[in-house]
């Protein structure tokens, strides 16, 4: 879900999710007209309400998010994981800080459509009320709301 853009790595999501089996959903338009994306070998859905967006997590075996930068947070793999669904990514940016490894998902190294492939076969094994739960406990309101207080209470001293 979101922008289909080079950076985001739909190319190595689509094979990694084919090479096990799954067809891959692709919900979005392409941000750059000059982008070539293949989407032959996947559903595509234009963009869709938050509400709708929630439903097609919830319901995905697994969420990819194989991006090729150093995404500073990722709304998408925080989503799906407080929707219950797992994610499996590459190892970089802020999905480093957002996955709780074998809980929510599983991180590969970057580029590597092998092991993104073998990290999202893996996460479809996750329970996912614990990968709800441990998305809640760390990235929900909350949690959210905690940290804040802390970074103020240390500048406040």
């Not at 084919?18 to 891959?24: Q, S, T, V």
């Not at 000059?34 to 869709?48: E, G, K, M, N, T």
């Not at 999905?95 to 580029?111: C, K, Q």
Request: glycine letters at 10%; charged letters at 20%.
């Amino acid at each position: 879900a979101g922008r289909l853009s080079p950076e985001k790595g739909f190319e190595d999501g689509i094979a990694a999710a084919r090479a096990i089996g799954l067809r891959p959903v692709v919900v979005g338009v392409p941000y750059d007209r000059s982008y070539q994306l293949d989407l032959s070998l996947a559903v595509v859905l234009p963009p869709q309400p938050r509400s709708r967006l929630w439903q097609l997590m919830a319901g995905a075996s697994v969420t990819l998010l194989p991006v090729h930068w150093d995404e500073p947070f990722g709304m998408v793999g925080a989503e799906a994981q407080m929707a219950g669904c797992p994610v499996a990514g590459y190892s970089r940016g802020g999905l480093v800080e957002i996955v709780e490894p074998g809980v929510s998902g599983f991180l590969t190294e970057p580029d590597d459509v092998k092991g993104l492939a073998e990290a999202a076969l893996a996460a479809t094994k996750l329970d996912r009320v614990a990968v709800r739960e441990s998305a809640m406990n760390r990235l929900g309101l909350d949690a959210s709301l905690d940290a804040y207080e802390a970074a103020l209470a240390a500048v406040a001293g």
